[in-house]
């Protein structure tokens, strides 16, 4: 039983448009909730992270949403770019080392 | 600056047989992760390690061993595979809990 829900399981996009992946929690213990990218044949590698104390954080491009009380955060990819074709994972921990990661997003970019 | 290693890159078993995947960091982290990722199910934790000299049992800990060698490296053993252990398996290192993790290549391993 997965402890993070995400979704949508793929989505595509046009270049220059706006990517949306949505990730719902149970455990109200989770503090830290990170994104990571993977690209084929790579290992994940850490996007961005929010901390509940703040509803948003933007990195560049990219921004997490926060809502704290509806226990949900997601991911938006402004001006989507074919670089950004990737599989995306939304995660959750908290006070000990086991970080949960949801099932994660496939976003193909089309030129 | 090889960040974290693991060996082989590509593994297949026959049903029964055992094996070690191994994992090195060079960042001094003291916490040390295995994952496996299966699809549609994200990556879901084995075992880690927060520091050296201690292993906990994470997810899904059944089937497998780790052991701590040292404060870089961090091995899993699979003593008898079997074909529900097809996976592809990453090994993370971090400076602690609600850190960022820097995963290895990932090692690709079939049992059949």
């Known amino acids: 039983q997965q402890q993070v829900k995400q979704s949508p399981q793929s989505l595509i996009v046009q270049k220059g448009g706006i990517s949306i992946i949505n990730c719902a929690y149970e455990n109200t213990a989770f503090d830290y909730f990170p994104w990571y990218q993977q690209f084929p044949g790579k290992g994940p590698a850490l996007l961005i992270a929010i901390r509940p104390d703040v509803s948003e954080k933007k990195e560049g491009r990219f921004t997490i949403s926060f809502n704290k009380s509806a226990k949900q955060f997601s991911l938006h990819i402004m001006d989507s770019q074919p670089g950004d074709s990737a599989t995306y994972f939304c995660a959750a921990s908290r006070d000990d080392y086991k970080l949960s990661f949801g099932a994660g997003t496939t976003v193909t970019v089309r030129a | 600056n090889a960040g974290v290693t693991q060996t082989p890159k590509f593994q297949v078993l026959k049903t029964g047989q055992s094996m070690t995947l191994q994992c090195a960091q060079d960042?001094?982290?003291?916490?040390m992760y295995w994952y496996r990722q299966d699809p549609g199910m994200g990556l879901r934790l084995i075992y880690y390690s927060a520091s050296e000299g201690t292993t906990d049992k994470g997810e899904v800990p059944n089937g497998y061993n780790v052991s701590r060698l040292n404060k870089r490296e961090f091995s899993l053993r699979l003593e008898s595979a079997a074909p529900s252990q097809t996976s592809v398996y990453f090994c993370?290192?971090?400076?602690?809990?609600?850190?960022?993790?820097?995963f290895g290549q990932g090692t690709r391993l079939t049992v059949v």
């Open positions: 960042m001094n982290h003291n916490s």
């Open positions: 993370a290192s971090g400076v602690g809990a609600r850190t960022e993790a820097f």
